[in-house]
């Protein structure tokens, strides 16, 4: 059997970089060839939470392979078959809405159109302030699709941040299994 190939896509959740990275290193453990992904502007920016660059650098070291940042660079995923499984996560309220939109301007969302075209799976880790408000209905419409998997998710502070929803990291990888079985990986909210 050949090793599997998981696209892996970050987005803006910049707070939760450090969460998804370390999900980067346990599944380059098991032995799965990485493409990173990152949309403009989690390839760019510098924040509170980090360099983009020092981000650009640790991911590529963990993958073994060059970040996906462009559209151009994006586009041949679906065509050449590139990935048996794309993870978006972070997946924040902004690229939910552009998904369940059809909406493809960014490294990311061409990413997962192109993917999602031979119909393989798609794994969404949801990371949003008002996942609970404005972007519970494309959460909504992105569960009614076809191909379309979550990653098990809770409420981060549910006092301090009532709407706002963070994915299981920890179960990326239980979750990217049950994809490729075309499965929901349950309980999706914990």
Known sequence: ?????????????????????????????RKIN??????????SLDTRFGK????CERIERI??????????KAEPIGPKKLLDLLII???????LSKLSNSIADTPVTLAAKSHLRNGRPVLLGVSSNDSLAAAARNIGLLMAR??????????DD????????VCEFEKT??????????????????
């Open 173 to 190: 990888y239980e979750a990217a299994l049950s994809a490729l079985r075309e499965e929901q990986l349950q309980p999706l909210f914990v």
């Open 158 to 165: 549910p006092n301090g941040k009532p709407f706002s929803i």
């Open 89 to 95: 996560s972070p997946c924040t309220g902004n690229t």
């Open 63 to 72: 993958t073994g392979n060059k970040i996906v940042s462009t559209i151009e």
């Open 34 to 43: 990485i493409i990173p992904i990152m949309s403009f502007n989690a390839f």
């Open 1 to 29: 059997m050949t090793e599997p190939t998981f696209g892996y896509a970050f987005t803006g959740s910049f707070c939760t970089f450090e969460k998804s990275i370390a999900v980067l290193e346990e599944l380059s453990k």
């Open 146 to 155: 076809k191909h379309i998997y979550f990653i098990p998710m809770r409420q």
């Open 52 to 55: 983009a660059k020092d981000f």
